[in-house]
């Protein structure tokens, strides 16, 4: 019989619960446990697939072409290992399955309700994925926080688990927030304990907290937290800010969380064996020199848009002993003013992300030009890809009017253009080119010496492909398309041999990128651009920007 280990948010989103879910997991899973972990989403979208990333945050996209929240994501880097679209459950699936079975006569007449149609709905994808699995602990991350109108069915469907399961095979985890007012200089309980009294009515009594704070919690306030809600001392648990997410279960670790988990679970006396867990956690605290990226790109407001591409850079800069600093430019911005492109001579290296629609694109055509003229180490992702063939295709081969169709239907150069199949495509869900397909690379290219294989599997999200109609008049350019899938009807890589490093894929190589092993094509770009700073001997960090936007943290 699996073991559930539901983690509930409480106080306000943001607070870190994808990351104390997957560290948690990871703990399991050193123990030599089988853990797997799932997202519920209680929002009406069936997938992630159609909100935009500002909104949402990014789009996680697994090998079986599932459309899944950021936080699955999170999970694969942690636990290394890839997870399926059924491991993120929203309420958008659970109504349309019971929608689905009424209109087909299953209830048999029966008024359909939230209890127990919509709740047994529920309980049944959670069981699905921990049978699938084949785990010995499935860890479920609910999403927003207690009290939202939408979570309540989740809520009462795990309640209902906890006793159709038993005490010794269901754990509750309530994740809150201990603050310190400026003012006041000491943690406040009351957001948990008013937390926690909200989750009680429901009828959820949680096992353990764990408690976002700055500073790891006092003595005194574990114990206010202890007497207030219920929870045993010991199992209150901080979770303190760190230089890097990657060090959270050693945190956690520290604080004691395997033993009552494993109490309440029956899973006997446990010993975490860390393996190169440990070294690789170190990598990111003992990093000697910062290597600083330009990311041009028009989500630029939140900075979870690009989550996967902010790690995959971290996870390469680690692997060199740098701390990758990344700026977020907005593409528009060129746009506006064409000579303040100029800003990107102050970088390592320039990285266009992938993205949809004409707003930015002409900046990250400029930006992608401006790169290849002044041979600043590019990595071009998806949008990004196909960016740089426009550029390509009109400041080097002189096809003025080049473009994609996605952004002007009407040109009479479309190097870039919808796939075939996707031309009588009408529903915008699910309906992309999505998931992991098989590459084979040419032989004596960047990218066979990047991936050291004839053959890769990467994940892809995109509707439009570079059309080969062009493909000879690019090459006698200089360009090399390095990539190709589908018995080579796909393009999905383009290098520029003659430059330090011009690299783009038609794939998303972030969604396959670990701490441990870092995505060859982001291990490539950040080594040309920790060379192009130490040939051009860069003055020391002063830890200041050259642009008034947020910086990854990673």
């Given amino acids: 019989m699996p073991k559930y280990i539901f983690v509930i948010g409480g106080v306000m989103s943001g607070l870190g619960k994808g990351v104390t879910s997957a560290s948690i997991a990871k703990l399991l899973q050193l123990t030599g446990l089988k853990v797997a972990c799932a997202k519920v989403d209680p929002y009406l979208n069936v997938d992630a697939g159609t909100m935009n990333p500002i909104i949402h945050g990014e789009v996680f996209v697994t090998d079986d072409g599932g459309e899944t929240d950021m936080d699955l994501g999170t999970y694969e880097r942690f636990l290394e290992e890839n997870l399926s679209r059924s491991h993120n459950i929203t309420t958008g699936q659970v109504y349309k399955a019971v929608i689905e079975s009424e209109r087909r006569g299953d209830y048999l007449g029966r008024c359909v309700q939230i209890i127990p149609h919509v709740t047994d709905e529920i309980k049944n994808r959670i069981r699905g994925v921990a049978r699938d699995s084949g785990g010995d602990v499935l860890l479920v991350e609910v999403g927003g926080t207690v009290g939202d109108i939408e979570g309540l069915p989740f809520l009462e469907a795990l309640r209902q688990m906890r006793l159709e399961e038993g005490a010794s095979n269901t754990v509750f985890v309530h994740v809150t927030l201990a603050p310190v007012l400026d003012s006041v200089g000491e943690q406040k309980t009351k957001p948990t304990q008013h937390s926690v009294q909200e989750l009680r009515r429901i009828g959820i009594q949680p096992d353990l907290i764990v408690a976002r704070c700055e500073k790891p919690l006092a003595p005194e306030t574990k114990e206010k937290i202890s007497l207030f809600t219920s929870v045993e001392n010991r199992c209150v648990i901080s979770n303190p800010d760190v230089e890097a997410i990657y060090q959270v279960p050693q945190i956690l670790f520290e604080e004691g969380i395997v033993e009552p ?93 992938g993205g949809f629609g004409n707003r930015g694109s002409l900046g990250k055509i400029m930006t992608a030009n401006h790169a290849r003229i002044n041979k600043i180490p590019y990595l071009g992702i998806c949008f990004g890809f196909q960016m740089a063939i426009v550029s390509f295709a009109r400041y080097v081969c002189g096809l003025k009017d080049a473009n994609s169709t996605e952004l002007d239907e009407r040109t009479s150069n479309p190097v870039i253009d919808l796939l075939p199949e996707q ?45 080969q109609d062009y493909r000879s008049l690019l090459e006698q350019h200089g360009i090399v398309f390095s ?57 020391p960090d002063t830890g200041s920007s050259t642009l008034t936007v947020p910086r990854s943290k990673l």
């Fill in 423 to 467: 031309k009588n495509v009408t529903d915008k869900g699910a309906s992309m080119r999505l998931g992991g397909h098989d590459i084979a690379i040419v032989e004596g290219t960047l990218a066979r010496r990047l991936y050291g294989s004839a053959t890769i599997r990467e994940r892809h999200r995109h509707r439009y492909e570079f059309n």
């Fill in 261 to 353: 988990l494993c109490e309440k679970l029956q899973l006997g006396n446990r010993k975490v064996n860390w393996g190169n867990w440990r070294e690789t956690t170190d990598a990111y605290t003992n990093r000697t020199g910062v290597v600083k990226i330009a990311m041009v790109g028009k989500y630029v407001a939140l900075p979870d848009s690009y989550v996967s591409v902010n790690h995959a850079l971290a996870h390469a800069g680690a692997k060199n002993g740098f701390k990758v600093e990344v700026d977020w430019v907005d593409a528009e911005r060129f746009e506006k003013k064409p000579d303040s492109v100029n800003i990107l001579d102050s970088y390592d290296g320039v990285l266009v992300p």
């Fill in 483 to 539: 990539g190709y899938s589908d018995s080579g009807r796909r393009t999905e890589m383009l290098e520029i041999p003659s430059l330090p490093f011009y690299f783009a894929t038609q794939f998303h190589p972030e969604y396959v990128s670990r701490p441990t092993s870092p995505e060859p094509a982001y291990l490539g770009f950040v080594r040309a651009a920790i060379e192009r700073r130490m040939s051009k001997n860069f003055p």
